[in-house]
T-cell receptor, first 113, second 115 residues
Framework: AQSVTQLDSQVPVFEEAPVELRCNYS??????LFWYVQYPNQGLQLLLK??????LVESINGFEAEFNKSQTSFHLRKPSVHISDTAEYFC???????????FGTGTQLKVEL | GAGVSQSPSNKVTEKGKDVELRCDPI?????LYWYRQSLGQGLEFLIY????????KSGLPSDRFSAERTGGSVSTLTIQRTQQEDSAVYLC?????????????FGEGSWLTVV
């Protein structure tokens, strides 16, 4: 079985500041890692994913996440946030042999002027 | 290019009544998933279907919950004798198949309120 921990339920940050949303996971098997974003009144959308290869993965809107196997982490970062990044962010894992996602409890990112 | 479609978008029902929630996956997607999103519980896996294989029902919280998928496409999640703790957003998702790493696309959810 897998589990995902997102320690920060809310992260307030000023526009143009950097941000890091933390994600740690636990699993007895190899996993794939995902970040999903849920904008206000919208459904979940895939932001980025790590399957294999380079441990640093990037999204089209400037977010990046780095898979750290020794620390079992997949933290999400952005060097300069915008108001439009205000959303809830969910970290998720799936086992290497299947596609069933286990989600963290989410982190609400609130970007302020 | 329609995404995952769910209906109804909102449902208010009285405690004890049965409800049906419908999901129309992306055309050509053989894997279909149901999740529940509730305050304080995050996103919980309920059930998933892959083609004609037996569904993985390991996440269904009680025997009041059931789901079926007809013709390998549309799915219905049924909750019998609803309770107030069933109030949540029920999310449906689909992917090309259940191979590891395939992107899972989510619908906008059905908000269920049990009063």
């Amino acid at each position: 079985a897998q589990s995902v921990t997102q320690l920060d339920s809310q992260v307030p940050v000023f526009e143009e500041a950097p941000v890091e949303l933390r994600c740690n996971y636990s699993s007895s098997v190899s996993v794939y890692l995902f970040w999903y974003v849920q904008y206000p009144n919208q459904g979940l959308q895939l932001l980025l994913k790590y399957l294999s290869g380079s441990t640093l993965v990037e999204s089209i809107n400037g977010f990046e996440a780095e898979f750290n196997k020794s620390q079992t982490s997949f933290h999400l970062r952005k060097p300069s946030v915008h108001i439009s990044d205000t959303a809830e962010y969910f970290c998720a894992v799936s086992p290497g042999g299947g596609n069933k996602l286990t989600f963290g409890t989410g982190t609400q990112l609130k970007v302020e002027l | 290019g329609a995404g995952v479609s769910q209906s109804p978008s909102n449902k208010v029902t009285e405690k004890g009544k049965d409800v049906e929630l419908r999901c129309d996956p992306i055309s050509g997607h053989t894997a279909l998933y149901w999740y529940r999103q509730s305050l304080g519980q995050g996103l919980e896996f309920l059930i998933y279907f892959q083609g004609n294989s037996a569904p993985d029902k390991s996440g269904l919280p009680s025997d009041r919950f059931s789901a079926e998928r007809t013709g390998g496409s549309v799915s219905t999640l049924t909750i019998q004798r609803t309770q107030q703790e069933d109030s949540a957003v029920y999310l449906c998702a689909s992917s090309l198949d259940s191979s590891s790493g395939n992107t899972i696309y989510f619908g906008e959810g059905s908000w269920l309120t049990v009063v």
